[in-house]
């Protein structure tokens, strides 16, 4: 359970604060949902040295990397749009496993442009991030919008490789 007083707390306006973002991906539960029975590592790279600036949340295994459910997925989409909504700067949140041979398999990322995440199915969604960025209460909506999003499979996403150009996320 995600506690939006909390989270809400944990707010940085900036992508490179490395202990700000460590601190919300760490609340968001970001390491755990690596777990899956497997021996594996937990790193973050966060992308700054240019725009758009983004994060990168690596997963890294010994072995093969585990076969993963569309559920996990949602569930990280839906954890890296409250990151998106918490982090002020930042554009894109990324997250990747990596095999033993150290081979990349970019398996998501959700993107916005502006602050703006852009959602072409549900009405007010823009509106629910200016919100989630202004109180606890606004944070509280918006979580429960995205929740309901991940659990009825709407939630925005990009999976694989399938990762468009920056002007292409915009509404």
Known sequence: ???????FA?????????????????????RELGSSGADYGYAVHLSTDREPMGITVLY????????RSEERYRQIAMRGYIALALIDNIDWFRWTDIDQAGTSHVTGAVYSGDGVVYSSD?????????????????????????????EDGSIVYYEGDAQPSFEETMP
């Open 122 to 150: 549900h009405a007010g969604y823009v509106d629910a991030l200016s919100a989630a960025r202004e109180s606890v209460e606004g944070l509280q909506t918006y979580m429960d919008m995205l929740r309901t999003m991940a």
């Open 60 to 67: 890294t295994y010994e072995g093969a990397v585990p076969q």
């Open 1 to 7: 359970t995600l506690d939006a007083e909390k989270l």
């Open 10 to 30: 944990l707010r940085t306006p900036y992508v490179d604060n490395n202990s700000a973002v460590g601190a919300i991906l760490d609340a968001l539960g970001f």
